[in-house]
C-alpha cells in the first residue's frame, strides 16, 4: 500500500505534528520511525500511514488505544468506536502526549505513538512525510 505525499491542504488546520512510533518488545536495537502528518488527520489515515512506514502488509486487525477509548474498524463484537470519526488533534495536544496503536492481533505488534512537538504547516511542504527511523 503507497501512501503519497501531498502538498498541504488548503483546508488543513494549520498544523502538523511531529511524531514518534516506536515499536515495544523488540529487543536491540529500537524500532522507530519519526513521522510528519496534519493535526486534522483521522485515526484511519494515521493506521495507513504507519502500516506504509513500518513497511507492515496491512493484512491484520489493529487498534488505537486513547485516554477515551479504542478506535479500529467498526465491529460490535470488537467494540471498537469508529476510527473514522477521530483526528489526532483530539489526542495530540502537547508533547509526551501518547496514544498506543496495536497491530496483528495474533502477534501482538504494540506501538506507541509520541507527540515529539507541534508545528505550523508553514514550516513544513509534503506531508504524511517519515523524517526518520530505525
Not at 514518534?20 to 529487543?27: D, E, Q, T
Not at 510528519?36 to 513497511?55: E, G, Y
Not at 477521530?86 to 496495536?102: C, H, M, T, W
Amino acid at each position: 500500500m503507497a501512501v503519497e505525499a501531498n502538498r498541504i491542504r488548503a483546508n488543513s488546520s494549520g498544523r502538523a505534528l511531529q511524531l514518534k512510533v516506536s515499536l515495544r518488545g523488540v529487543p536491540k536495537p529500537p524500532v522507530w520511525r519519526r513521522l510528519l502528518v496534519l493535526a486534522d488527520t483521522r485515526l484511519d489515515r494515521l493506521h495507513d500511514v504507519v502500516q506504509t512506514a513500518m513497511v507492515w502488509t496491512d493484512t491484520h486487525l489493529h487498534v488505537f488505544s486513547t485516554s477515551v477509548g479504542d478506535y479500529g474498524i467498526p465491529d460490535p463484537e470488537l467494540g471498537f468506536r469508529d476510527e473514522r470519526t477521530a483526528a489526532l488533534s483530539q489526542f495530540f495536544k502537547q508533547p509526551g502526549d501518547r496514544i498506543r496503536y496495536d497491530y496483528d492481533f495474533g502477534d501482538g505488534w504494540e506501538h506507541v505513538i509520541e507527540l515529539e512537538k507541534r508545528l505550523t504547516t508553514d514550516a513544513v511542504e509534503r506531508v504524511p512525510t517519515c523524517l526518520a527511523g530505525k
